[in-house]
T-cell receptor, first 108, second 114 residues
Framework: GQNIDQPTEMTATEGAIVQINCTYQ??????LFWYQQHAGEAPTFLSY????GLEEKGRFSSFLSRSKGYSYLLLKELQMKDSASYLC?????????FGAGTTVTVRA | KAGVTQTPRYLIKTRGQQVTLSCSPI?????VSWYQQTPGQGLQFLFE???????NKGNFPGRFSGRQFSNSRSEMNVSTLELGDSALYLC?????????????FGQGTRLTVV
């Protein structure tokens, strides 16, 4: 089975840094995706980690520890447009398994 | 380069009817997967196709089916619609044979069953 845990909500100030943690327990594992989803829109691909370590892409970074079943998404220099839901999704056997997502609210 | 295209964007159907949704993947992407998103259950995997073969299927009743064509376009069908089938149906496509380093979603089809 799949068990994916993320915080439900996080609030931060514009310009700040926020770290969204994700722990997972899956029956198999080939990698982990992070997506951003604005209300009423489709998920947007942010990152994919298959090996342990940090992947950096501009203001967004994602970290993976396979042995600990742990990942985090780091959002730097927060902007108002970053207010959205962030979805952690382990990948295995040709499918993504999604957590409930973390709603991030950025305040001015 | 065009993204993943889903049609139609919105659909209203009556209980008991059937519906077919279409997904055209990004050019060169041969894997297509489908997901259902509802407020209560979140994003749930329906099925995945590669080279016209279903490689995995989620825990949905047999009323949900799909197929993929030789040009990688995919369709999903839901028969005997129920009110609970109202949801956003999302299609994702990914690059072939590269361990799924990217998987992009289409804008989705919002299905309302009345």
């Amino acid at each position: 089975g799949q068990n994916i845990d993320q915080p439900t909500e996080m609030t931060a100030t514009e310009g700040a840094i926020v770290q969204i943690n994700c722990t997972y327990q899956t029956s198999g594992f080939n990698g982990l995706f992070w997506y951003q989803q604005h209300a009423g829109e489709a998920p947007t691909f942010l990152s994919y980690n298959v090996l342990d370590g940090l992947e950096e892409k501009g203001r967004f970074s994602s970290f993976l520890s396979r042995s600990k079943g742990y990942s985090y998404l780091l959002l730097k220099e927060l902007q108002m447009k970053d207010s959205a839901s962030y979805l952690c999704a382990p990948y295995n056997d040709y499918k993504l398994s999604f957590g409930a997502g973390t709603t991030v609210t950025v305040r001015a | 380069k065009a993204g993943v295209t889903q049609t139609p964007r919105y659909l209203i159907k009556t209980r008991g009817q059937q519906v077919t949704l279409s997904c055209s993947p990004i050019s060169g992407h041969r894997s297509v997967s489908w997901y259902q998103q509802t407020p209560g259950q979140g994003l749930q995997f329906l099925f995945e196709y590669f080279s016209e073969t279903q490689r995995n299927k989620g825990n949905f009743p047999g009323r949900f089916s799909g197929r993929q064509f030789s040009n990688s376009r995919s369709e999903m069908n839901v028969s005997t619609l129920e009110l609970g089938d109202s949801a956003l149906y999302l299609c994702a496509s990914s690059k072939p044979g590269q361990g799924n380093t990217e998987a992009f979603f289409g804008q989705g089809t919002r299905l309302t069953v009345v």
